[in-house]
């Protein structure tokens, strides 16, 4: 009676060392796909970097202007300027912030003949106008001053700023900022902060 019973254990013995290999083969095969997939997945980054570093980085905003003006020609006639202005520095004075930057643009006459400005100028801010929290307007007060000799009435100043969504939206909180301070009273040393933090974000501060 004792041999079937060695016999029997041994059948099992020998069963369970074969099951025992079959797991270790198949977790074997288990730990080499986990391998070739990890790899993969290091792997895939590695192989996409090289094309990202190349492009050039998203753009966080935009910001478009439009300035328009008219003055007295030399004959007597009327004359126009367009063009644009750029801000590089926002700054508290007195009861508004001013904004500094370049003018640039074109002189055309009544007679046709264009003339090319550009200078540095400073503007007060006029009006401040969040849209949500993706663009920003600003209308700068109108101004007369000297292009080329000429006394040109400027009669629009217009600043369009605008957040492409994304990338942490980071234009977009600023804007968000802006509106929530703009019903408090004597913050405009923190509006004009957070204004600049745009330009930088536009990579415009300072650019004189």
């Not at 957070?194 to 415009?204: C, K």
């Amino acid at each position: 009676m004792a041999k079937p019973k060695m016999s029997g254990d041994t059948g099992l013995v020998g069963a369970d060392a074969v099951g025992r290999r079959r797991l270790q083969t198949a977790l074997g095969a288990v730990t080499m796909v986990i391998a070739m997939v990890a790899l993969s997945l290091v792997g895939g980054p590695a192989a996409n970097a090289a094309p990202a570093k190349a492009a050039a980085p998203d753009a966080v905003g935009t910001l478009t202007s439009v300035v328009t003006g008219t003055f007295t020609d030399a004959q007597g006639g009327t004359g126009t300027f367009a063009g644009t202005f750029t801000p590089s520095q926002f700054a508290p004075a007195d009861d508004h912030i001013d904004a500094t930057g370049v003018l640039a643009g074109q002189l055309t006459d009544s007679t046709g003949a264009v003339q090319n400005v550009s200078q540095t100028q400073t503007f007060a801010v006029q009006d401040i106008n969040p849209v949500g929290c993706q663009v920003l307007d600003l209308n700068l007060a109108p101004l007369d001053l000297d292009l080329l000799g000429l006394v040109v009435h400027l009669d629009r100043v217009h600043l369009n700023i605008t957040a492409v969504p994304g990338a942490g939206n980071l234009l977009g909180n600023l804007i968000c900022g802006i509106a929530g301070l703009l019903d408090g009273v004597g913050v405009l040393a923190q509006i004009s902060q957070l204004l600049n933090q745009i330009l930088a974000l536009l990579g415009l501060l300072g650019g004189l």
